[in-house]
């Protein structure tokens, strides 16, 4: 059984082989995969494990020209109207990320109503990634596929690059720039990453300090090999 990503973000299941002579069927993805997980676990009778569910495609998502998905045809039933599985779907998520859970409460709660949620606050979109990087992500997995339970989930804040990159960018939002740029900057000293510089670069062309951008960039290029992604529209928002 494979589900297999498209430039049109389009999903095609193949059966490779016959799934009922299995006791356990798992679907499992994050992000636009954790979507294909959740829309195909009922065809096949699987539980899903999905990270951080969305499809930017739906129209609902799509605001304008410049959208994520605006280039993308949904071409896909919602997930109220596809075959839905008899074992509850899990969904693991940062609860203090709009979108993600504006999503999960819009398309997918109300598609699963035994749902099974999992925060895990100040990951951002990339909840498997920090489960990785703190080591907990293996014997999260190992305890749902081997003994069917699902843990909670804590992660260390201090001394964390994601956890001050996600903590900052809600500082951020919150208006409180100042305190930001210190956690934002502490997570650029952990782990140089996109995220942490991104939302740096917006504190600081909202302060009107170009040369720091200018500087931030120049070591995004040294560290990252690119950085364009500061010089975004959206940088400054």
């Excluded at 430039?7 to 299941?13: C, E, G, I, P, R």
């Excluded at 997980?37 to 020209?65: E, F, K, M, R, T």
């Excluded at 504190?203 to 070591?219: C, I, K, P, Y």
Aim: charged share 25%; hydrophobic share 35%.
């Amino acid at each position: 059984l494979s589900a297999h990503r498209h430039a049109t973000s389009h999903y095609t299941l193949k059966h490779e082989e016959p799934v009922s002579q299995y006791e356990k069927v798992v679907t499992y993805g994050s992000s636009l995969g954790a979507y294909a997980a959740l829309y195909y676990s009922g065809v096949i009778g699987a539980q899903a494990l999905a990270s951080a569910p969305i499809n930017w495609a739906h129209p609902d998502l799509v605001s304008g020209p410049d959208s994520v998905g605006a280039t993308a045809e949904f071409a896909h039933r919602e997930l109220t109207e596809t075959p839905r599985s008899s074992r509850p779907a899990v969904v693991l998520y940062d609860p203090r990320r709009e979108s993600d859970m504006s999503y999960i409460d819009t398309y997918v709660a109300p598609a699963e109503p035994g749902l099974i949620r999992r925060e895990v606050p100040y990951t951002g979109h990339a909840v498997l990634v920090a489960m990785r990087v703190h080591g907990v992500l293996e014997e999260f997995l190992l305890d749902f596929l081997d003994r069917d339970e699902v843990r909670d989930i804590s992660l260390p804040s201090e001394g964390s690059y994601i956890w001050h990159c996600y903590y900052g960018e809600e500082l951020s939002r919150l208006g409180h720039d100042d305190e930001a740029e210190q956690h934002l900057r502490r997570s650029l000293e952990i782990e140089f990453n996109r995220a942490a510089a991104l939302q740096l670069g917006r504190v600081l062309r909202r302060a009107g300090r170009t040369e720091e951008v200018s500087r931030l960039s120049n070591h995004a290029e040294d560290a990252l090999g690119d950085a364009s992604f500061l010089a975004r529209r959206d940088v400054a928002d």
